[in-house]
């Protein structure tokens, strides 16, 4: 195998993609896929931790529309990034790969809870560490989760996986015109107004210089390549 660049990662996942072509819950081929490109970077000695969303099972921002105090709705959707976390888990379990699942809210029953040390150990015995529950905190995203987790475990870069091959001017999705950007600054990406993470996020990132790369997760490919240094998708650093 090629020189590895990126020894420490952390993989960002979106509640929305592991629903496939659903419209709420987990599609299982969609966690099967995830979970065989995190056995091969974890077969070729990647240390990786992983923070999924929940947007798939319920957002804390749907709160307000359905009556529920912001807070408590943001803690609703903390426990959906926990059954997330339990089902990669099984699904990563299934085909032999050693897992931690660990909640930054104590459910004792079913996770560890978060103590920086121990998940550090984890990653160094080669364990795939998933951290869920966000921050433990109301107001803060899954992006922000992210963020904290990854500067804390001094992971080399956060590799947003989403559903296009980078950053583009426009959504691609939606505007044919957009063109693809295959490396940004902090300060552009904050000029242009360009979203990539939300604003606490990507400050968090851009204050302890946390490089972060944007690519299309859907590609079985991408993954192997970024961590071995190849140009994939959209680096912001």
Avoid: W
Avoid at 50 to 75: H, M
Wanted: one cysteine or more.
């Amino acid at each position: 195998m090629s020189a590895i660049k990126y020894k420490r990662v952390l993989l960002k996942l979106s509640g929305e993609a592991l629903m496939g072509n659903s419209e709420y819950g987990i599609d299982p081929d969609v966690l099967r896929h995830y979970a065989h490109q995190i056995k091969e970077l974890s077969d070729d000695g990647i240390e990786i931790a992983v923070v999924i969303g929940g947007g798939n099972i319920y957002r804390g921002l749907q709160a307000s529309k359905a009556g529920f105090d912001r807070v408590q709705g943001d803690y609703m959707g903390m426990l959906a990034t926990v059954i997330n976390g339990m089902a990669l888990q099984g699904a990563l379990e299934d085909i032999d790969v050693k897992t931690r699942l660990i909640t930054a809210i104590e459910m004792k029953q079913i996770a560890e809870p978060y103590i920086r040390r121990r998940a550090i150990r984890h990653l160094e015995k080669g364990r795939v560490v998933i951290f869920s529950a966000g921050t433990g905190s109301p107001y803060f995203t899954t992006d922000s989760a992210a963020a904290l987790r990854a500067n804390e475990i001094n992971a080399d870069v956060i590799l947003k996986g989403t559903r296009v091959d980078g950053i583009y001017t426009a959504d691609p999705l939606k505007d044919p015109t957009a063109t693809k950007f295959d490396h940004l600054s902090f300060a552009k990406v904050i000029s242009m107004g360009l979203s990539v993470m939300d604003m606490t996020a990507f400050t968090l990132c851009q204050e302890n210089n946390l490089p972060i790369i944007v690519f299309d997760v859907n590609n079985p490919e991408n993954l192997r390549r970024i961590v071995r240094g190849e140009a994939v998708g959209t680096l912001v650093d």
